[in-house]
Nanobody, 118 residues
């Protein structure tokens, strides 16, 4: 099993920045072998993919809505993934979830709230 714990969510003003972290624990699957992603879910909306990092990809993939503003990264030694969010807008308000996948197994974190408001 893989346990995922997100942190870093906060209330921020439009135009501000935040860094989200997702720490993984559990020894069933090596962290470096996991495909890692960030999703978000805004009130009344479906959960959407924000950024994904396959275990063998150098460059993360991003949704059009965050491309150029968000940067995803991973530190395999620390078993942690990050989401650096810049130029935040009110429409970025959502619960942000960390997601891990290995073959047919997948795991979700419990999410961290990001609120963008003046």
């Amino acid at each position: 099993q893989v346990q995922l714990a997100e942190s870093g969510g906060d209330l921020v003003q439009p135009g501000g920045s935040l860094r989200l972290s997702c720490a993984a624990s559990g020894d069933t699957f090596p962290f470096y072998s996991l495909d890692m992603s960030w999703f978000r879910q805004a009130p009344g909306k479906q959960r959407e993919l924000v950024a994904s990092m396959a275990n063998d990809e150098i460059y993360p993939q991003y949704s059009d809505s965050v491309k150029g503003r968000f940067t995803a990264s991973r530190d395999n030694a620390k078993k942690t993934v990050f989401l650096d969010m810049n130029r935040l807008q009110p429409e970025d308000t959502a619960i942000y979830f960390c997601y891990a996948q290995w073959r047919n197994y997948d795991f979700w974190g419990q999410g961290t709230q990001v609120t963008v408001s003046s």
